[in-house]
């Protein structure tokens, strides 16, 4: 599965600005293996934001 640059950027930019990996290594990612961190941190996120 593929997805548009504009999905990709704001993956790359999510998943980023939390674990600070690198740009090759996230771009190393298939979009299956992005999508599920950016699933996990904004679980983590709303966890956090309940209290």
Known sequence: MTCGPD???E???YI???FHW???DLLD???AQ???YVE???RINTR???G
């Open 48 to 50: 956090i934001s309940a």
């Open 16 to 18: 980023a600005s939390h």
């Open 34 to 36: 992005r999508r599920l």
């Open 29 to 31: 990612l298939d979009h």
């Open 11 to 13: 993956e790359v930019a």
């Open 22 to 24: 690198s740009l090759d």
């Open 40 to 42: 996990q941190i904004a």
């Open 7 to 9: 999905r990709l950027h």
